[in-house]
Nanobody, 122 residues
Framework: QVQLIESGGGLVQTGDSLKLSCSLS????????MAWFRQGSGKEYEFVSA????????YSDHSVRGRFTISRDNSENILYLQMNSLKPEDTAVYYC???????????????WGQGTQVTVSS
């Protein structure tokens, strides 16, 4: 049973940085494409960033491009999201997800973590 556990969320101020982590157990991490999604209060799930199984191809939504960086360590089975220059509109629950294809669609990912809250105060 694949399990994903996110960590690293918290309350920060505008302009601060946070680094989210997501660990995978119960499966072979290096076989999965991975992604981060987020859901603000009362909003739909929103794609943030994705990375292929090898870590050589990434894609980020325009709203975070240049501020957020997705990366992975296949030797440690960990996915990261480095978030810089945070804005209040980045406030959301952030979820990591694992899937068999490098996709931007939520429906393409088979396994999900429980989420970690990121709150950015103005």
């Amino acid at each position: 049973q694949v399990q994903l556990i996110e960590s690293g969320g918290g309350l920060v101020q505008t302009g601060d940085s946070l680094k989210l982590s997501c660990s995978l157990s119960g499966g072979t991490f290096s076989r999965y494409s991975m992604a981060w999604f987020r859901q603000g209060s009362g909003k739909e799930y929103e794609f943030v960033s994705a990375i292929d199984w090898l870590g050589t191809t990434t894609y980020s939504d325009h709203s975070v491009r240049g501020r957020f960086t997705i990366s992975r360590d296949n030797s440690e089975n960990i996915l990261y999201l480095q978030m810089n220059s945070l804005k209040p509109e980045d406030t959301a629950v952030y979820y990591c997800a694992a899937g068999w294809r490098f996709e931007l669609s939520k429906s393409s990912y088979d396994y999900w973590g429980q989420g970690t809250q990121v709150t950015v105060s103005s």
